[in-house]
């Protein structure tokens, strides 16, 4: 089973933008009621889908380089990446269900 994993502004080049496979991110911070509310799923998707699918979270309050860079402005932020490139971005506390809609047309290959 997977964890999401913690991404920094250091190792966000290495771990999102060069992953061999698309990559969700959470941007939250631990003040964030709505981010604490989407973590289980987010949780949930990165075992149910961590074959094809790296997930991460970045804590804004300790790395604000990323989320600038990536305009960043309301949390949580869930941004889908695809070498390299955003290619989905979800601002709020949606279900997993709405999130899995979104990223799963994403994916090579989707799990259960």
Not at 30 to 50: F, H, L, N, Q, T
Not at 73 to 101: C, H, Q, S, W, Y
């Amino acid at each position: 089973m997977a964890s999401p994993l913690e991404v920094t502004d250091a190792t966000f080049q290495d771990e999102i933008l060069n992953s061999d496979k698309p990559a969700l991110v959470d941007f939250w911070a631990d003040w964030c009621g709505p981010c604490r509310m989407i973590a289980p799923s987010v949780k949930a998707i990165a075992e149910a889908y961590g074959d094809s699918l790296k997930v991460a979270k970045v804590d804004v309050d300790d790395n604000p380089a990323v989320p600038g860079r990536y305009g960043v402005v309301g949390i949580p932020t869930l941004m889908l990446f695809k070498n390299g490139e955003v290619v989905e971005r979800i601002v709020g506390a949606l279900p997993k269900d709405r999130i899995l809609a979104q990223i799963l047309p994403h994916l090579e290959t989707a799990a259960a």
